[in-house]
């Protein structure tokens, strides 16, 4: 079946950048994903890519995504403390959404 | 701006108790869906609706049952609630656009 991967955890300063990564293995997938899950909330949309695109820019927020190798990545430019938060990859093919286990940003003054 | 609502953020239940989580949407969505998520193993999918009266099982619907009985309104229900049931529930309703979810702000509970 689909299997998404991702590192557990990512610590930086304020004011870096931060990198999180993602591969996954369904090579049919459509769309691909990256939500935000602050503590004891829901998951909330940060932006996702369609499966033709390279790249994805919104604000702060750069999405890029190597088809070839299957890995997408999230960069979150100039990282601030209230950016601190999981991180959930997700891709899907058809309508159920294959997540991530999350990975655990934490942003240090 | 899209809204799912779940009825609860937290519950205590007793173990053998029967419970209902409720969950609404006002996006008109055909599909909605029931995750559990637990340290560690991410978020798993428990069932998920198509349309009305219509469901399918997700990764790890035992000891679960779901209802559909309106578009809006997806109810996930523990027949006989277990210790190993203590998790948090997230509810999400999909839009047709991009196949984004939208959740719910989760309910926790914790069956004694």
């Known amino acids: 079946g689909e299997d998404v991967e991702q590192s557990l955890f990512l610590s930086v300063r304020e004011g870096d950048s931060s990198v999180i990564n993602c591969t996954y293995t369904?090579?049919?997938?459509?769309?691909l994903y990256w939500y935000k899950q602050e503590p004891g909330a829901g998951l909330q949309l940060l932006t996702y890519?369609?499966?033709?695109?390279d790249m994805k820019q919104d604000q702060r927020l750069t999405v890029l995504l190597n088809k070839k190798d299957k890995h997408l990545s999230l960069r979150i430019a100039d990282t601030q403390t209230g950016d601190s938060a999981i991180y959930f990859c997700?891709?899907?093919?058809?309508?159920?959404?294959?997540f991530g286990k999350g990975t655990m940003l934490l942003v240090s003054p | 701006d899209v809204k799912v609502t779940q009825s609860s953020r937290y519950l205590v239940k007793r173990t053998g108790e029967k419970v209902f989580l409720e969950c609404v949407q006002d996006?008109?969505?055909?599909?909605m869906f029931w995750y559990r998520q637990d340290p560690g193993l991410g978020l798993r999918l428990i069932y998920f609706?198509?349309?009305?009266?219509?469901?399918e099982k997700g990764d790890i619907p035992e000891g679960y049952s779901v209802s559909r009985e309106k578009k809006e309104r997806f109810s996930l229900i523990l027949e006989s609630a277990s210790t190993n049931q203590t998790s948090m529930y997230l509810c999400?309703?999909?839009?047709?656009?991009?196949?984004?979810?939208?959740f719910g702000a989760g309910t926790r509970l914790s069956v004694l």
């Open positions: 997700a891709e899907t093919e058809y309508s159920t959404l294959t």
């Open positions: 369904d090579s049919s997938s459509t769309y």
């Open positions: 890519i369609f499966s033709n695109m």
């Open positions: 996006m008109d969505h055909e599909n």
């Open positions: 609706s198509y349309d009305v009266k219509m469901k």
């Open positions: 999400a309703s999909q839009s047709p656009t991009g196949n984004i979810q939208y």
